[in-house]
């Protein structure tokens, strides 16, 4: 399995009308229907750690079955959609692919 987990810094973070926005766009996204499991949230309210990162806006994660189902999402119309509606509304993104050993 393939977990793509994409971490985005809203380009105007106090918007709530920007985060709605990419929210949708994120949660539409299950409509590929290639991931098995989509998954979209904000930073967990818990204790501070010095490894933990919650300085992002929202992120999400989607699991594929193989390699190949993430790379044709990558290229899937309502992917390529939602980037091009979306795009402005991120001031930075980080990918994280991690292919299991299970």
Same mark, same amino acid.
């Given at each position: 399995?393939?977990?793509?987990?994409?971490?985005?810094?809203?380009?105007? /973070?106090? @918007?709530?009308? +920007?985060?709605?926005?990419?929210?949708?766009?994120? *949660?539409?996204? !299950?409509?590929?229907?290639?991931?098995?499991?989509?998954?979209?949230?904000?930073?967990?309210?818990?204790? /501070?750690? @010095?490894?933990? +990162?919650?300085?992002?806006?929202?992120?999400?994660? *989607?699991?594929? !079955?193989?390699?190949?189902?993430?790379?044709?999402?990558?290229?899937?119309?309502?992917?390529?959609?939602?980037?091009?509606?979306?795009?402005?509304?991120?001031?930075?993104?980080?990918?994280?692919?991690?292919?299991?050993?299970?």
């Amino acid at each position: 399995m393939v977990i793509h987990s994409v971490f985005f810094w809203l380009a105007n /973070p106090d @918007s709530k009308v +920007d985060f709605d926005q990419l929210k949708l766009g994120l *949660l539409a996204l !299950k409509d590929t229907g290639l991931a098995l499991t989509i998954n979209v949230g904000i930073p967990a309210d818990n204790e /501070p750690r @010095s490894v933990l +990162d919650k300085s992002y806006s929202i992120a999400s994660n *989607l699991v594929f !079955k193989t390699v190949e189902d993430e790379m044709a999402y990558q290229i899937h119309p309502l992917h390529q959609k939602f980037i091009s509606e979306c795009k402005h509304l991120w001031k930075d993104v980080k990918v994280y692919d991690v292919e299991t050993f299970e």
